[in-house]
């Protein structure tokens, strides 16, 4: 089964107001990634933080991670029709393996 | 951008017959991936690499195997093909496995008829 989970699986916003979605993931990990998909594209690394830290930001986007809760949310403010996008958060496995696992990811729409 | 390519980017094959898919980087990373991305599932693991010769199975390898003979090469092959396996099929390469960032290829289309 998948290590994270994200939520809410599809969002619809403005251009201009602020997206978040969260990530819940089962098991103790070293670190957390998001990345972002375009449609048909590649994934591309968005932001890591690990698990000593609670916060962090880059340019639009801020992530935090509550390690108690085991969830993680990515905040991009003041969202553009350009980041109309799947995002996904993906982590470590934590059992001595070389692992990168993926959750199913959020749709974005940000509507003009 | 990372040099990472996949080949083929498409391909139909019929059901019962071997398919491998080759991802190939100039990156000189250790570690690399194969994932599967199927509508309602993300990306879910297939294989991986630590180093040449140095594999293990991800979450769905049943039906693949892996080959990683030179590190700039990482193959996946699907030893008889089935309609299952229809998906893209997406590549990764990361330089200290997951705990830095990866970098993705552009992904192949395999549809099995």
């Known amino acids: 089964s998948q290590q994270g989970e994200e939520d809410p699986q599809a969002l619809s916003i403005q251009e201009g107001e602020n997206a978040t979605m969260n990530c819940s993931y089962k098991?103790?990990?070293?670190?957390l990634q998001w990345y972002r998909q375009n449609s048909g594209r590649g994934l591309v690394h968005l932001i890591l933080?690990?698990?000593?830290?609670r916060e962090k930001h880059s340019g639009r986007l801020r992530v935090t991670l509550d390690t108690s809760k085991k969830s993680s949310s990515l905040l991009i403010t003041a969202s553009r029709a350009a980041d109309t996008a799947s995002y996904f958060c993906?982590?470590?496995?934590?059992?001595?393996?070389?692992?990168?696992?993926f959750g199913s990811g959020t749709r974005l729409l940000v509507r003009p | 951008d990372a040099g990472i390519t996949q080949s083929p980017r498409h391909k139909v094959t019929e059901t019962g017959t071997p398919v491998t898919l080759r991802c190939h980087q100039t990156e000189n990373h250790r570690y690399m991936y194969w994932y599967r991305q199927d509508p309602g599932h993300g990306l879910r693991l297939i294989h991986y690499s630590y180093g040449v010769k140095d594999t293990d199975k991800g979450e769905v390898s049943d039906g693949y195997s892996v080959s990683r003979s030179k590190t700039e090469d990482f193959l996946l092959t699907l030893e008889s093909a089935t309609s299952s396996q229809t998906s893209v099929y997406f590549c990764?390469?990361?330089?200290?496995?997951?705990?830095?960032?990866?970098?993705f290829g552009q992904g192949t289309r395999l549809t099995v008829v």
């Open positions: 933080i690990r698990s000593n830290e």
């Open positions: 098991t103790s990990i070293n670190n």
């Open positions: 993906a982590t470590d496995a934590l059992d001595s393996s070389y692992k990168l696992i």
């Open positions: 990764a390469i990361s330089e200290s496995g997951p705990n830095t960032e990866a970098f």
